[in-house]
């Protein structure tokens, strides 16, 4: 059974860091790019970054310089550190797995962590 498990929302002050983790299963993990968005509500859900099986990495450009991604294939799990977090960061963020690089190319979704940012 394919699935993707997001943890590590939560609320933190404006300025402030998180890291968001998704545990990947059933065999998706592999030569998959693994993907973030976010979503507000009444907003399309977002690209954020992704990352290949070789570690090539592609970011938005509001989090450019703020949010990093990273994997662990051992783990088979990727994350999302998120530093110097604004109000507008402030979404939904889904892990997605896709088997290409362009970002909107998602075979699996997660279902979603809350992060909220106080201002």
């Known amino acids: 059974q394919v699935q993707l498990v997001e943890s590590g929302g939560g609320l933190v002050q404006a300025g402030g860091s998180l890291r968001l983790s998704c545990a990947a299963s059933g065999g998706i993990f592999g030569r998959r790019v693994m993907k973030w968005f976010r979503q507000v509500p009444g907003k399309e859900r977002e690209f954020v970054a992704q990352?290949?099986?070789?570690?090539?990495?592609t970011y938005a450009d509001s989090v450019k310089g703020r949010f990093t991604i990273s994997r662990d294939d051992a783990a088979i799990t990727v994350y999302l550190q998120m530093n110097n977090l604004k109000p507008e960061d402030a979404a939904v963020y889904y892990c997605a797995a896709g088997s290409s690089t362009i970002a909107t190319a998602v075979d699996y979704w997660g279902q979603g962590t809350q992060v909220t940012v106080s201002s």
């Open positions: 990352i290949t099986w070789f570690g090539g990495t």
